[in-house]
């Protein structure tokens, strides 16, 4: 998934970006209010992760902001403000999920799935696809009962496809979703994650449409 | 009205009381003065009056062919008020009610006012009773009161109106200032006060300027040392996380603690230097929720919440003050509970938190100090009292005996705030 990080604090963000990617997520990360509008600006996003106290104002004003622009992608607020009323006023500026620091990184991981998954109409983690199994939540998958290993690019390839299930994705969304601004994007890294994948789970777990891009039927 | 137990004196009662007294001091004192300068005035009218009676005597004297007789005449009533005593040279002075007078001229003698002249080998004595003087002179006295009470009464009840109307914009300001909430640091509107009562609203808008400062300040102060005390442990945590998820999960626990910790100090600083005293209002069923939903799953799991089918409760109580409340209360159940907390929210106003709890256990009422096997701050308790008491809600502890065993038992009673409410009419929408 392709995820923004508004974290001011460096140690902290470097620490989330580094987990998050680890769990095959193609995370940005802005540091301030200006780089993250900058950010949501020119990508798509299946997640943002906003803390509140940002040194040129508060996250509250870009979530405002973002909703009044009709902007409906999900947003997680990760605070270190406590207080009841915070949250409430979080949540009531549309926010989807509020989470307090210290948080644990494997429940910011899981509520960022939950909220993505939610977000694209499919509250469901768990998913039948032929002789596949596929639990979204914990990021596996099972293929007649035995589960199959997948690296966090395999799966973050995979995982777009299944939030667009049906839909073709192209060449060019399924990088986005891969590679944040400062990766080095591969020429042919989508058609080897594809072959890999179609090795693991089967040849007809991902299709191709020939000048279009892939699809998960 | 009463300030630490004390009535309070009033203000336009007591001026009202002064003044009548003053006013009424006066018009005492003028009316004494003019009863003795009537006295006076009518004396002298008086004495005239026998001096006139003597000469006309006197004349008739000369042309009477009588003028040899002696005689007592009462010239007015029956003898009291005015009489006439005529005595030739010669002749024994016949009976009057007045002793002998030596000399002519003017004598007061056995309550008799007395003018003796002497004319045509003949004396001449007129006499005033000096009591009918005295009631002559209290009549026109009595007289002049009967005239001049009444408007003395009209006098006194403009005098209570007048303070009254006089007294008004600092009755008006007295009324906007206790109508104030704690919370309310706006400033006092000096427009329409007169000269005296301005110093006081300067110096009171100052002051509720420099609390709302310093309010300002120390809500401002929780918040940072909450982000500087937090975003470290964070940072920290997410460090070993990644580094180390082994010793991550080892100290994952102390730094929790740690956390909750912060929290409840701050919560405790919070509700002590009475930041809690918005008027809300709150949901409490929401707020209900949003902390069952932050806290960790396993022990969510262990907790029931019986809203008695209520959607919301609202209360006019400032929602970070109920949340600290409800979150302490369930902490302190889940932290020391052997089972299942049980949260019972009734219509009326009223949450119950109940959970079994191990033989022996006890609340701890002093601060810092834990139940064996808590890994609470003993802050709980403290800071259920200090928010309770702050908001206005009833607070009861107890250990129950049942037949599951011995239950912690915390009931918290809204039912004041609410009855507030309807008085004041108030609605809410949390």
Same mark, same amino acid.
């Given at each position: 998934m392709r995820l923004l990080l508004v974290e001011d604090t460096a140690d902290l963000a470097e620490s989330v970006l580094r987990f998050l990617r680890g769990e095959g997520h193609a995370v940005d990360h802005a540091p301030d209010l200006a780089s993250a509008e900058a950010a949501m600006d020119v990508a798509s996003y299946a997640c943002v992760v906003l803390d509140l106290g940002l040194p040129d104002g508060s996250g509250l004003d870009l979530l405002r902001r973002c909703r009044r622009a009709g902007d409906r992608t999900p947003v997680i607020v990760a605070t270190a403000r406590d207080q009841i009323s915070d949250r409430i006023a979080g949540l009531d500026a549309g926010a989807d999920d509020y989470i307090v620091k210290p948080f644990d990184l494997g429940e910011l991981s899981a509520r960022i799935r939950a909220n993505a998954r939610r977000a694209q109409g499919q509250p469901d983690s768990r998913i039948a696809l032929g002789d596949l199994v596929v639990d979204r939540a914990a990021a596996k998958i099972w293929r007649d009962g035995h589960e199959q290993r997948l690296t966090s690019r395999e799966w973050a390839l995979f995982d777009a496809l299944l939030a667009a299930r049906g839909r073709v994705l192209s060449k060019a969304a399924l990088e986005e979703a891969l590679y944040a601004f400062d990766d080095a994007v591969e020429g042919n890294a989508v058609e080897v994650y594809v072959s890999r994948l179609r090795q693991k789970l089967g040849a007809g777990a991902v299709e191709t449409r020939r000048g279009m891009g892939y699809l998960v039927p | 009205m009463t300030v630490a137990g004390a009535k309070a004196w009033s203000l336009r009662g007591r001026l009202s009381r002064n003044m009548v007294l003053v006013v009424s001091l006066g018009w005492f004192v003028t009316i004494l003065v003019t009863a003795l300068l009537i006295n006076h005035e009518f004396n002298e009218m008086l004495d005239e009056e026998l001096r006139a009676l003597g000469d006309e005597t006197a004349l008739l004297l000369d042309s009477?062919?009588?003028?040899?007789l002696a005689r007592s005449i009462s010239?007015? $009533?029956?003898? @009291?008020e005015r009489v006439l005593r005529i005595t030739p040279l010669g002749f024994a002075p016949p009976p009057a009610p007045w002793g002998v007078v030596g000399a002519d001229g003017y004598a007061d003698s056995s309550g008799w006012r007395v003018l003796r002249m002497t004319a045509e080998n003949a004396t001449i004595e007129i006499g005033h009773n000096k009591a009918w003087r005295r009631e002559e002179v209290v009549e026109a006295s009595l007289g002049l009161l009967v005239l001049v009470l009444p408007l003395v009464a009209v006098i006194l009840l403009a005098v209570r109106r007048t303070v009254g109307l006089s007294l008004a914009p600092a009755r008006d300001l007295a009324k906007r200032v206790a109508e104030r $909430?704690?919370? @309310?640091f706006t400033p006092v509107s000096a427009?329409?006060?007169p000269a005296e009562l301005l110093p006081l609203v300067t110096s009171l808008n100052a002051y509720t300027d420099r609390v709302s400062h310093l309010r300002e300040a120390e809500r401002a102060f929780v918040a940072n040392a909450a982000h500087e005390l937090r975003t470290p442990i964070a940072a920290l945590r997410a460090r070993l996380e990644v580094e180390d998820p082994k010793t991550a999960a080892a100290v994952q626990p102390v730094l929790d603690r740690l956390a909750r910790r912060i929290e409840r100090l701050l919560q405790l600083a919070r509700s002590e230097a009475g930041g809690?005293?918005?008027k809300g209002p709150s949901d409490l069923l929401r707020i209900l929720r949003l902390i069952r939903d932050e806290m960790p799953a396993a022990q969510a799991a262990r907790l029931v919440i019986d809203?008695?089918?209520?959607?919301t409760l609202d209360l006019p109580v400032d929602p970070d003050a109920l949340a600290i409340l409800l979150r302490n209360i369930i902490d302190n159940a889940c932290e020391n509970s052997t089972g299942l907390v049980r949260v019972s929210v009734w219509p009326e106003g009223k949450v119950v938190v109940e959970n079994p709890v191990a033989p022996g256990a006890a609340f701890?009422?002093?601060?810092f100090a834990s139940g064996?096997?808590?890994?609470?701050?003993?802050l709980g308790l403290a800071i259920m009292a200090a928010v309770s008491q702050a908001i206005g809600a009833g607070l009861r502890k107890e250990m129950v005996a049942g037949d599951g065993g011995r239950r912690a038992r915390v009931e918290v009673d809204f039912m004041p705030l609410l009855a507030r409410k309807t008085a004041s009419g108030g609605g809410a929408t949390g």
């Amino acid at each position: 998934m392709r995820l923004l990080l508004v974290e001011d604090t460096a140690d902290l963000a470097e620490s989330v970006l580094r987990f998050l990617r680890g769990e095959g997520h193609a995370v940005d990360h802005a540091p301030d209010l200006a780089s993250a509008e900058a950010a949501m600006d020119v990508a798509s996003y299946a997640c943002v992760v906003l803390d509140l106290g940002l040194p040129d104002g508060s996250g509250l004003d870009l979530l405002r902001r973002c909703r009044r622009a009709g902007d409906r992608t999900p947003v997680i607020v990760a605070t270190a403000r406590d207080q009841i009323s915070d949250r409430i006023a979080g949540l009531d500026a549309g926010a989807d999920d509020y989470i307090v620091k210290p948080f644990d990184l494997g429940e910011l991981s899981a509520r960022i799935r939950a909220n993505a998954r939610r977000a694209q109409g499919q509250p469901d983690s768990r998913i039948a696809l032929g002789d596949l199994v596929v639990d979204r939540a914990a990021a596996k998958i099972w293929r007649d009962g035995h589960e199959q290993r997948l690296t966090s690019r395999e799966w973050a390839l995979f995982d777009a496809l299944l939030a667009a299930r049906g839909r073709v994705l192209s060449k060019a969304a399924l990088e986005e979703a891969l590679y944040a601004f400062d990766d080095a994007v591969e020429g042919n890294a989508v058609e080897v994650y594809v072959s890999r994948l179609r090795q693991k789970l089967g040849a007809g777990a991902v299709e191709t449409r020939r000048g279009m891009g892939y699809l998960v039927p | 009205m009463t300030v630490a137990g004390a009535k309070a004196w009033s203000l336009r009662g007591r001026l009202s009381r002064n003044m009548v007294l003053v006013v009424s001091l006066g018009w005492f004192v003028t009316i004494l003065v003019t009863a003795l300068l009537i006295n006076h005035e009518f004396n002298e009218m008086l004495d005239e009056e026998l001096r006139a009676l003597g000469d006309e005597t006197a004349l008739l004297l000369d042309s009477s062919e009588g003028a040899r007789l002696a005689r007592s005449i009462s010239v007015s $009533g029956d003898g @009291d008020e005015r009489v006439l005593r005529i005595t030739p040279l010669g002749f024994a002075p016949p009976p009057a009610p007045w002793g002998v007078v030596g000399a002519d001229g003017y004598a007061d003698s056995s309550g008799w006012r007395v003018l003796r002249m002497t004319a045509e080998n003949a004396t001449i004595e007129i006499g005033h009773n000096k009591a009918w003087r005295r009631e002559e002179v209290v009549e026109a006295s009595l007289g002049l009161l009967v005239l001049v009470l009444p408007l003395v009464a009209v006098i006194l009840l403009a005098v209570r109106r007048t303070v009254g109307l006089s007294l008004a914009p600092a009755r008006d300001l007295a009324k906007r200032v206790a109508e104030r $909430g704690p919370e @309310d640091f706006t400033p006092v509107s000096a427009k329409g006060l007169p000269a005296e009562l301005l110093p006081l609203v300067t110096s009171l808008n100052a002051y509720t300027d420099r609390v709302s400062h310093l309010r300002e300040a120390e809500r401002a102060f929780v918040a940072n040392a909450a982000h500087e005390l937090r975003t470290p442990i964070a940072a920290l945590r997410a460090r070993l996380e990644v580094e180390d998820p082994k010793t991550a999960a080892a100290v994952q626990p102390v730094l929790d603690r740690l956390a909750r910790r912060i929290e409840r100090l701050l919560q405790l600083a919070r509700s002590e230097a009475g930041g809690v005293l918005g008027k809300g209002p709150s949901d409490l069923l929401r707020i209900l929720r949003l902390i069952r939903d932050e806290m960790p799953a396993a022990q969510a799991a262990r907790l029931v919440i019986d809203d008695h089918d209520q959607e919301t409760l609202d209360l006019p109580v400032d929602p970070d003050a109920l949340a600290i409340l409800l979150r302490n209360i369930i902490d302190n159940a889940c932290e020391n509970s052997t089972g299942l907390v049980r949260v019972s929210v009734w219509p009326e106003g009223k949450v119950v938190v109940e959970n079994p709890v191990a033989p022996g256990a006890a609340f701890q009422e002093a601060r810092f100090a834990s139940g064996v096997g808590s890994t609470g701050a003993g802050l709980g308790l403290a800071i259920m009292a200090a928010v309770s008491q702050a908001i206005g809600a009833g607070l009861r502890k107890e250990m129950v005996a049942g037949d599951g065993g011995r239950r912690a038992r915390v009931e918290v009673d809204f039912m004041p705030l609410l009855a507030r409410k309807t008085a004041s009419g108030g609605g809410a929408t949390g």
